[in-house]
């Protein structure tokens, strides 16, 4: 026997036929491993190796961590889960349907889109017709604002203890009171015209002495400059005047142009109808008459009328 077969009885760590001992590597290959065997030196003599797994080289990364399971998705209460819906198997005539259905569905999004672009512009003229109306009634009432206030500063009210005592006295309003001294004097009490009127209401001094002997009072030409003597007589001499016509205008004709002249219109039926004066041959007093009813109505916007535009209402 020779010494191979003393060493290694079972004949495992030689090669068929003898020879020398197996390396480590060429028993890793048949099968066995010996991890305290080094690279290339021989198994001890007489130590079988144990039979393992075949050799399997180890990769030079660490391997992934497990992934983490996913929860399924919590269904809420009172719906139930949806099944699965079996696909449809193909049908002949099927991509045909498939295109008209698709046409169909292009030419209905097409007619929606049309209707929506329609709807958004009768939408955009609706909202710019509402801010064009909007911006024209803001213009139209800061014009109108404007052209109050300068009415208001044109147009004050002096004297209204005076006027307020004299319109109660002698049944006249104070929108035509008001209306006569501004166009008569434009409210200065030292007015004087070329025909010689005088004062607040451009009163002469034959028509004031007339009217002091219907009063029973001695005044002098003088006291007509005195503001409440003038609206006085000027307002006692205007009620009498629309007692006697009934017309505002026809008393305003006579205030200006006298009422023998006045009577003679109403007596001509060039002028007048039915007692009422609808022309006036003179031409200033026609403006007078005119100019005055203007007044009139400004004051009774401003100041006296239901829907007054001053910021402050006239109370006695």
Known sequence: MNESNRTDPGG???PQGGGRPLTYRQKLLMG???PGAAADQASPPGVPLPPSQPYQPQPPYAPLPPTRPTRAKRV????????DVPAKKYKAGQKKASRAEA????????????????GIAAAAVAVLAAVVAIVAVTAHKTVQFIKDEGSLKMRPLPYKD????????????????YAVMRIESAFRADAVSHAGAIGLMQLIEPTFEWLQTKTGETYGEDALYNPEINIKYGTYLLGWLYGR??????AWAAYNAGIGRVNGWLEDSRYSKDGELYDIPIEE????????????????????????????????
């Open 285 to 316: 007093t026609k403006n007078y008459v005119r100019r005055v009813g203007e007044e009139r109505e400004e004051y009774l916007r401003l100041y006296f009328g239901e829907d007054a535009v001053a910021a402050y209402t006239m109370k006695r």
């Open 103 to 118: 046409k169909k569905i292009r030419a209905a999004r097409k007619k929606l889109g049309v209707r929506a672009r329609i």
């Open 32 to 34: 066995y491993t010996d």
């Open 245 to 250: 016509y009934g017309s505002w205008n026809t």
């Open 162 to 177: 005076i006027v307020y005592k004299y319109s109660d006295e002698y049944d006249v309003p104070p929108d035509v009171i």
């Open 76 to 83: 809420p209460e009172g719906i139930k889960p949806e099944k």
């Open 12 to 14: 495992k760590n030689t």
